[in-house]
DNA sequence: CACCTGATGTCAGTCGCTGTCACCACCACT
DNA sequence: AGTGGTGGTGACAGCGACTGACATCAGGTG
């Protein structure tokens, strides 16, 4: 026997959204959420910082992955390069086809409100923070690394909406190599 | 005479900086920045959707006056060369060196908490995607909308830093074109 | 067996934010 | 002059997000 019933952060997590799904983001509290996986409200704080962090926290994981392979980049590679071998890397490990119809879940809830839209927008902020120190890291001046990192950082946003698009068949790491030559395409006439 | 004070909503906005200076900006409740103001809490919601939105309200102007601008551009301009000239026209007008200590002040505000660092950066998502919109109207295909959109609010975010930085004597505009032509070298090595 | 540890429950409290109703100058129209 | 509409405001009650403080309780450790 157990103390208590594991995976206590799991069960929160897949009751978030579940109920996000049914009813939206905001017709559910916290303390729902947390009946629902057999706590309480304060269990669930102690978990996520707040409320729209039940959705996010994930992510942390896909940008440590992310810095990792910049710094795993061949050393020949130039900042962009680098940027794309990292992007490629991060992308094949963390959004194989499998995750697919989950992301499109929670992209949808996302998607309908305006609070976590503000959320998913600072977590690419800190993405591309993140990218530009791991290329200074490497000797990459300051200026050029906060370039790459945010070109990096649009191309996947960009690659992302693409791949959750309904129909989409093609992997993330082949439309992020598309949306790479259509950004060179557009900057460069 | 008139009926109350007016300027309710530049008084709110102004003790709201003071305010936030002071003490930061989670120190500070909505109903000390309306007592400082002379009115109520309620009313304090009545102009300003919520607490963060006191320092934001004036963005939605720019992102007019950059809608417009993009609209405005020659008819023969490329997609970026469009955004470029949008990207001026606006920083020119609503970011003058007179405004360089007040924006310095407020950026100091938001880079010390994270909620505001949120809206900021929902902004700019906003922003960009304006910005797409208005090339839409142009005719410019979305994926090359996009992608153009994304690197003109890329180029204001790293001119717009900076801009603010110590020292820093240069235009807006003139700092500007320099990331533009940087974004550019980084992208074709 | 006593003690420590870590996840949880309980409770009270603050603050952001909202709905509702009343108030009250000013304005327009008759 | 009277009548009614309008819009900014105050007063009040209430919900939900989040926090701090303390108690609980089962398991591991010595």
Redesign the pocket.
């Known amino acids: ?6 995976g ?2 799991d069960r929160l997590r897949s009751a978030a959204i579940e109920l996000f799904t049914e009813r939206g983001f ?1 017709a ?5 959420i ?1 009946e629902a996986s ?16 039940v959705l996010f926290d994930g992510q942390n994981f896909f940008q440590t992955v992310f810095v990792e392979s910049v710094a795993a980049a061949p050393a020949d590679a130039s900042p962009v390069q680098t940027v794309e071998f990292a992007l490629h890397t991060a992308a094949a490990s963390f959004f194989p086809d499998e995750r697919r119809p989950y992301s499109r879940v929670r992209q949808g809830i996302i998607d309908a409100n305006a609070p976590l839209q503000e959320r998913e927008s600072l977590k690419m902020v800190w993405l591309s923070q993140g990218i530009a120190e791991a290329l200074q890291a490497r000797g990459v001046p300051e200026a050029q690394a906060a370039l790459a990192a945010q070109s990096g950082v649009t191309v996947f946003g960009v690659a992302f909406t693409r791949w959750l698009a309904p129909g989409e068949q093609r992997s993330l790491p082949d439309l992020q190599r598309e949306v790479w030559d259509e950004l060179r395409g557009v900057l460069t006439p």
């Not at 559910?28 to 729902?32: G, K, L, R």
């Not at 057999?38 to 910082?49: M, Q, S, V």
């Open positions: 026997m157990v103390r208590w019933e594991p206590a952060r905001e559910v509290t916290a303390a729902e947390a057999g706590l309480t409200e304060r269990t669930f704080f102690r978990h996520f910082a707040d409320k729209r962090e």
